[in-house]
């Protein structure tokens, strides 16, 4: 079981506020309606606000100036992400460091960090460098001379290349692929001639990638993604695309080659993105859209081929009488031409 | 090669009746066009009935009451089962037991089920049970505490993490990973700052997943699939979703947090379907569609958004004629406007 | 480091002509911007040509007939390929043959070619064949008599299924799944029962398929690839499928079983094509388009469901002019109304 803590202990440790009893001990989270006495609970969504004054938790974290119906109260200012960080501090636990484990292979001059943990089954290959404190888990393959930061965690058959560079503290899924070679093809006439990818893939800090997702090596150069940017499962970015940092890139994302993305974007699912463009920062684009051009900053776009949000869903909204409306100019079109008759009369 | 049976055999097997010789053997099932006389054949679509007359098979398998041409024929409610149990019968085997291949490796106080096979190169993590009969090919990683149930075949390189829960007779196709942490972060204001992902994944009995398909674990609690459900290859099943029992997912679809879908439920290559949402009973979705908000049951639908399908299947002919029908808006307003002058004069 | 050419020995390689001092040495490629004095540049976008005059290079890759500014040249008709092939020739080395590297499987009468090299993690079944100076990496499962031809790589994690064929020179990224089962279930009234996937999967010579791609086996026969086609990541290949030569399936797309893809056709990123369907040669759909029904060759078509491509960018062009057609409708049957009711006065 993880340690039960004070109120105190938790408001210091979220920047908090304790409205109540300080010294109550709680030693785990749960929802609103299941919360049992040992436990604290969250109100991140106002509308449920009506349930604190029921909830069986011993304390409550949520935003300031809420009704707290006399329940013992932990106040900060973003109660979802105290939520996060209670999980975290309840609920996760460092990697125990198990050194190199029996039936994993290593290389030749591999540079191994402290506090490693390097599961049977990976392969870790020449010229390697991993950081301290860093998992690679069962199944991972990580060819020559790829460089892997600190606190990271390579899950279950995941993939990178040689020479790819992770930072620190970067998860990698299971399955992911970190280093494929770029889709570039020479045609010569009847046949394609490939083009040796002969660059690699940069993860900077704190990125994250998620399930069976792929990330092809530059041609020449870096495929980049940038400090805190996120992958959702089974997303594509071809080579030489530059994505920015503290992006969202959710699930089935394609983006296609030598395209780049400011920071702060959000790309709903399925959204595809077409090569060498440039999305401004803090874009956000509607799931499944299909953006053939470069998009300016600060904006929300859907459809395909992409426009404003707002006004794409005025458009969506006249696809399904697009029938009605054809009969409509049909008989327009009867009626004027009767009145131009009988004007000509 | 596989046994010879009697046509009695097979309508015994088939819970159909023999027209004609029932003591005919056939060793295997092959096309109509193809077979030849060791071997029986199958009429599933009546548009080849004709066929029937000039296969060199020894028998047919057909639906009660067609023209069977003087050929031995087995009757059976649901031909296109038949020759699916057909195959079965003739074609498949169940895996020899093996037990535990060398160089696969396992961890402590795993629980291991009779007739099992582990292939070289798996592992199995702490803690783990894996029922009677049940194969985990090469390169399968199962991590800490997972269950896997009676009669699974995990295949090559298929991950799944830990504590997840597998029932009897799932098939797990090569590369899939269940239970990869859901996409699930709080902003800070600047940054993304990661939620642990603390649940599970459950795959009830007879649910099978496709290649490189990717289920995420829950939040909190259970991502669930329920019986006798099949994910085609490359899906996507975000955090928290419930899939009910018997849906078709077919390849390429992405459903997002928290949805939850009823039984029967068929969802068409590449559809996307946002997060929250509830799609009712024997719900189908075309192809490609993006479903926004929640479906009633019973219903088909397509289009991005979604609409009934009849009325996507109206409104897409009247696409290609946009251009057209925009000049017609534009010639009515110059003849109105001539009209309404002339009858200003 | 790579080894140093002079002009004439590289406009042997590449058939083209040398204007200038062939006896010059370079050493490798690099951008007309950064190309040092040891190197060879490449102009393969006339855009650029200006650049050719301020280059560091010592010689320039160009089309006949281009202004030189005095630099020394090779001339050859398509610079993009010669580029390609100076990278091949400068930056990449065959694999040196490494054997069998001990922690690899390798199972019972297998058949392995001369100069292979099979990393240790992999899986080679009983009566698997594997070509002269093919390559396996670390984690790759090739199950029970798969045959693998000559100078193939196989990336890490990469899955090749029971029986499946796979031609010379084949490239297969990380984690790609050959011979997956076909998504086929004959529906028994209330649940699904598996139609057992016989068939085999067939890439023919110099096909590549991307990282996390899946190609499922047939049903009864083959899912056949011919040669030269290229996939990108997160293909989706169903059953039966057959695809001609030289084909570009760019990252995403997914086919649905048993459809049949002409020589030299290009399917843009996301396009999905239905089953059944047969697409012309020389086809090409733009991304992210949904086809439904079969396709006439030589032609580019757009859109879901797909049109012809000018007349879908016309129709497109229309969508979000929607709202404004709809109040210019409503607004004429007004002005109609208005002057019908006058004419009857």
Chains 1, 2, 3 share one sequence.
Not at 50 to 68: D, F, Q, R, Y
Not at 120 to 137: A, E, F, L, Q
Not at 194 to 213: C, F, K, T, W
Not at 290 to 305: D, F, K, R
Request: with cysteine; net charge negative; hydrophobic share 40%.
């Amino acid at each position: 079981m993880f340690a039960s803590r004070t109120l105190k202990e938790l408001a210091e440790y979220l920047g908090g506020r304790v409205v109540g009893d300080e010294n109550i001990t709680v030693n785990g989270l749960a929802p609103l309606e299941s919360a049992g006495a040992d436990k604290i609970t969250f109100l991140a969504n106002p509308k449920y606000a009506n349930k604190v004054a029921e909830t069986g938790a011993a304390a409550v974290l949520m935003a300031p100036g809420g009704e707290g119906y006399g329940r013992n109260i932990i106040e900060v200012a973003n109660p979802y992400l105290g939520f996060a960080k209670l999980l975290t501090l309840f609920y996760t636990k460092a990697h125990p460091p198990l050194g190199v484990l029996p039936e994993a292979t290593v290389g030749t001059q591999v540079t191994l960090g402290e506090g490693i943990s390097i599961y049977p089954g990976s392969y870790i290959g020449n010229n390697v460098t991993i950081g301290d404190r860093s998992v690679v888990h069962s199944g991972v393959v990580i060819y020559e001379g790829a460089v892997i930061g600190d606190d990271c965690v390579i899950h279950a058959n995941a993939v990178i290349r040689e020479r790819c560079r992770i930072g620190n503290r970067c998860i990698i899924q299971p399955g992911a692929v970190i280093g494929s070679d770029g889709f570039g093809y020479a045609p010569d006439g009847t046949a394609y001639y490939r083009i040796p990818q002969i660059g690699i893939v940069v993860l900077e800090d704190d990125v994250e990638i998620g399930a069976n997702s792929t990330i092809d090596r530059a041609a020449l150069e870096v495929t980049l993604i940038k400090r805190g940017t996120k992958l959702d499962n089974l997303v594509q970015i071809a080579h030489n695309c530059q994505i920015g940092t503290d992006c969202m890139i959710v699930s089935q994302v394609g983006i296609s080659g030598s395209t780049k993305i400011g920071n702060h974007v959000t790309l709903g699912g399925q959204v595809g993105v077409a090569g060498h463009l440039s999305i401004g920062d803090n874009v956000m684009v509607g799931a499944q859209s299909g953006v053939p051009g470069s998009l300016s900053p600060n904006a929300i776009y859907s459809g395909t081929p992409t426009m404003p949000h707002r006004e794409w869903l005025r458009a969506m909204a006249v696809v399904p009488k697009l029938p009605e409306l054809k009969k409509s100019i049909s008989s327009l079109e009867k009626r004027i031409a009767e009145l131009e008759s009988k004007f000509a009369e």
